[in-house]
């Protein structure tokens, strides 16, 4: 076996991956809280107000990068799934699990902020433009993807099914991507373009936003290893390596133990 491929067995093994992603966890809880803390100070205090939006603008450092990681999440759980549907890696239907909630929280943060957004800029709360509706159907898929997974009794089913859906569901992310461009919506172009050209925002609130998008996905990482740890220990209670860690592990799981 290529030596690369092993490595990648003994890491998704349970054991090895709640130990891993015990001492990784918290680098990145630190990683996140320290940049986003200078990420907000940057966007709400240093960063100059917008001279059309005012003050307002300011929620943009909240609103696009829980936008960001709203459709990021979304697709990593896709990729997690292809994983688990093809190769059957336990740990990645465990990791497609573990990032749905956190991924229906960045959406919902995204909704509630563009609404609030939305008022001062365009005079509502909501307009069914095709951006703001392309988002609402993924936080559905949201939904949909941790539903069906909870629809079965075997989690190995209900996580294939789960997948199933969070694959076809990638078609909604290019058009919420590109809704701006295919359609007249209230939603003005992208001004951040970091690969494709030059981006027309100033630097002193492209940066905040940076700072944010990073801080963020450092925050997804380790709120997912926190998660994925805990569904780890679920799934193998009854297995020799949590009875040696955790004492009484697989006796509370049967119900014979508090």
């Known amino acids: 076996m290529h030596p690369l491929w092993l490595w990648f067995h003994k890491t998704g093994s349970p054991p090895m991956f709640y130990r891993l992603a015990g001492k990784l966890m918290p680098w990145f809880w630190a990683l996140a809280v320290i940049i986003g803390v200078i990420g907000l100070y940057l966007g709400l205090v240093r960063a100059p107000a917008d001279y059309l939006q005012g003050e307002s603008a300011r929620i943009m450092y909240i609103h696009v990068p829980s936008a960001w990681m709203s459709m990021f999440i979304f697709a990593f759980m896709a990729f997690c799934g292809?994983?688990?549907?093809?190769?059957?890696?336990?740990?990645?239907?465990?990791?497609?699990?573990?990032a749905a909630p956190i991924g229906m929280g960045f959406t919902v943060v995204t909704l509630i902020t563009g609404s609030l957004w939305g008022r001062p800029t365009w005079g509502t709360y909501w307009e069914w433009d095709a951006r703001m509706t392309s988002e609402l159907v993924l936080l559905f898929l949201y939904f949909g993807v941790q539903g069906l997974y909870s629809a079965f009794d075997d989690r190995r089913k209900g996580a294939r099914a789960a997948a199933i859906l969070a694959l076809i569901g990638l078609v909604n992310l290019p058009i919420i991507h590109y809704s701006v461009e295919w359609w007249n919506t209230l939603h003005q172009g992208s001004s951040i373009k970091l690969l494709s050209g030059k981006s027309t925002i100033h630097p002193s609130m492209l940066w905040p936003l940076l700072l944010m998008a990073i801080a963020t996905k450092f925050w997804f990482v380790a709120s997912l290893l926190h998660r994925a740890r805990g569904d780890v220990l679920e799934m193998e209670s009854g297995k020799d390596w949590v009875q040696q860690m955790l004492p009484g592990a697989a006796e509370s799981a049967d119900g014979k133990a508090p």
């Open 82 to 98: 292809a994983l688990a549907l093809i190769w059957h890696v336990k740990i990645s239907e465990v990791l497609m699990i573990s």
